[in-house]
């Protein structure tokens, strides 16, 4: 029988988002897989964190890719970057809150990689007059990480409906991002 890797790091991101003390076995019964399955595909819990990490990034890049930053407003831009995040969204409500990946000096490099391609699109933004200048790139970069988990996480429990996801996440970035104009 064939293991869906992927199917399974997306199991054990969804299990790990909420129950960040999971056993392997624990991952294992989520992914639908035996302890063996899972011990054959990760040899332990440091290297499936590892692995939902890359999986992670390689699907924030795909979305930046897709999202096309450079065409157009950035509000449109951002926009679509939200709506293609939304499949990466279950890893990354777990990456951003795994201490254990932005500690030490082997911090994967594609976390640099996503930061300045979106930190350069809110400031694309600011030079054109859309977002406001008082908050800096990095912050509403972290901004847009953390409305994302959490837009995961509102899912994931029903709380909110998924057709809904990109459209909460805009409005409230865009809401405390928009540069305003005085009368």
């Known amino acids: 029988m064939s293991v ?64 096309r930053l ?6 449109d831009a951002l926009r679509r970057l939200i709506g293609g995040l939304e499949d990466a969204a279950p ?15 082997e911090q994967n490099e594609g976390w640099a990689r996503l930061d300045t391609r979106i930190a350069a699109l809110f400031r694309r933004g600011q030079e054109a007059g859309e977002f406001r200048i008082d908050l800096t790139p990095a912050w509403l970069t972290e901004a847009l990480y953390g409305l994302v988990g959490s837009g995961a996480w509102a899912v994931q429990d029903g709380r909110v409906a998924a057709k809904d996801f990109t459209y909460m996440i805009a409005e409230l970035l865009l809401g405390g991002a928009r540069r305003r104009v005085e009368p």
């Open 91 to 105: 890893l990354l409500a777990f990456l951003v809150t795994e201490n254990q990946l932005f500690e030490g000096d």
């Open 4 to 67: 869906d890797r992927e199917q399974v790091l997306r199991s054990a991101a969804a299990l790990l988002t909420r129950k960040s003390t999971a056993t392997m076995d624990e991952v294992a019964r989520a992914a639908g897989i035996s302890r063996a399955t899972l011990h054959r595909q990760f040899a332990g819990r440091d290297a499936l964190v590892r692995a939902l990490e890359d999986l992670g990034i390689r699907a924030c890049e795909t979305a930046l890719d897709r999202a």
């Open 70 to 75: 450079d065409e157009g407003p950035a509000e």
